[in-house]
């Protein structure tokens, strides 16, 4: 909460922020792609996007935040991310949690929690509390969620109603 109190003055750039990382998830959408969308910050201007692209490039490694991470890098001319914001829609697998903390942006902005395998407090907490590693994020859970889970709930539930219509168009032609 800011000092006048206000919760929403410091609040509205990550909902402005995480929009946009909606946005980037949606190209993943249309893609036929998990709808997980990345942008990263610095100085108040998104620097990279990324979203998920693994069946796109065949590539299990091209996750929305591993894209963002490399684009980031390459606009910043370093592998450090000291300074910067990832704002993404869904919280990192524990991959992407881990290419994270050895990039050391200071905060992740994350929209839905995943319970079963996210790596920023869901399954593990890979970002804030594991003393082993080099660095730390502050972390930020929530910001628009319900869009966030609504575009992964509507993209599975179309992947499930293709796959009933697949086997049973499988069926109908046997």
Not at 35 to 62: F, H, M, Y
Not at 103 to 123: L, Q, T, Y
């Amino acid at each position: 909460m800011s000092e006048d109190g206000n919760l929403l003055t410091n609040f509205q750039p990550d909902i402005v922020f995480m929009n946009q990382a909606i946005r980037e998830a949606q190209k993943a959408y249309a893609a036929k792609e998990v709808p997980i969308g990345a942008v990263i910050v610095r100085d108040s201007q998104i620097i990279a996007r990324g979203w998920n692209q693994v069946e796109t490039l065949k590539d299990a490694t091209a996750h929305a935040e591993m894209l963002a991470l490399t684009a980031a890098q390459t606009a910043m001319a370093d592998w450090r991310l000291e300074g910067c914001t990832l704002y993404v829609t869904k919280e990192p697998c524990p991959m992407c949690a881990g290419a994270i903390v050895h990039c050391r942006p200071d905060r992740v902005v994350i929209g839905c929690p995943d319970p079963k395998g996210g790596a920023a407090g869901g399954w593990i907490n890979l970002l804030e509390s594991n003393p082993p590693l080099n660095h730390r994020c502050e972390v930020t859970m929530g910001v628009l969620e319900e869009e966030s889970v609504g575009l992964l709930k509507s993209f599975f539930r179309e992947a499930r109603e293709r796959k009933k219509q697949g086997e049973a168009h499988e069926k109908g032609g046997e």
